[in-house]
Each structure stands twice: as structure tokens, then as C-alpha cells.
């Protein structure tokens, strides 16, 4: 499910980024383990390994990748919906970003994780 906003008289630019929210948590089977690289278009920084071991950098990674998805694809390649949904108090993300993940997903916000 991608965000589409039409533009209204005194919308903001963050009103109007496209996040993408997937259809269901359980689509996010990305990787659990090891050592993740994103592409630039995801994380333009000079570094953009992640180690998933490592809780600071597993919680940058989640953050970048919802907050810069661009499609489904981005999302269920590199987010794990059981990582996710421990890490989801964690996450810094832009506030209409993490509304728009806590609509659809209510247990995120509830921090109970049930399947969704």
C-alpha cells in the first residue's frame, strides 16, 4: 500500500513524502542475521552496512529503510516482520511516517506484535 497524498493549499513538504506501508507485516521476511548492505537509494550516507547483531545499527537500518522505501519490494527485502516489530519503540522515523505504520498496524503502536 503506497501513500498517495494530493496537494492541498498549505500542505507542508513532509505532507506530501510518499511513504510506503505494506499490506501486512507478514510479507516483511527479510533477513534476520548477518550483515546488510542498502543501496544507495535507501542510504546515501558514507556507510550503509548494517549489522543486524548490533541493536543501534539494526534500529538505523529499520529507520531508513521505512522511511525511505520507495516500493513493497524495499520493505519485504530488507525488514523482518519479528525484528520489526521488537525494534518498532526504537525507531526514529519521520511522525507522519510512524501515523501511517500505526493506522495500519495497530499492534505496533500497542506493542503487542499479534500478526497483522
Known amino acids: 500500500m503506497s ?3 494530493e496537494a492541498q493549499p498549505g ?11 505494506p499490506e501486512s507485516l507478514d510479507l516483511l521476511q527479510g533477513p534476520t ?4 548492505d542498502l543501496p544507495t537509494r535507501l542510504d546515501w550516507g558514507p556507510n550503509g552496512r548494517y549489522d543486524l547483531s548490533n541493536i543501534d545499527e539494526a534500529t ?12 513493497q519490494d524495499d520493505l519485504t527485502q530488507y525488514l ?9 519503540p526504537r525507531l ?9 505504520w500505526n493506522q495500519a498496524f495497530p ?4 506493542g ?5
Open 3 to 5: 501513500d498517495k497524498h
Open 11 to 21: 500542505d507542508t513538504y513532509a505532507s506530501m513524502i510518499p511513504y510506503v506501508v
Open 112 to 116: 503487542n506484535g499479534t500478526r497483522g
Open 33 to 36: 542475521a548477518g550483515v546488510i
Open 107 to 110: 499492534q505496533l503502536a500497542a
Open 92 to 100: 526514529r522515523l519521520p511522525r507522519r511516517c510512524a501515523d501511517l
Open 60 to 71: 538505523a537500518l529499520y529507520s531508513k529503510v521505512i522511511s525511505e522505501a520507495s516500493t
Open 80 to 88: 523482518s516482520r519479528d525484528i520489526l516489530v521488537a525494534l518498532w
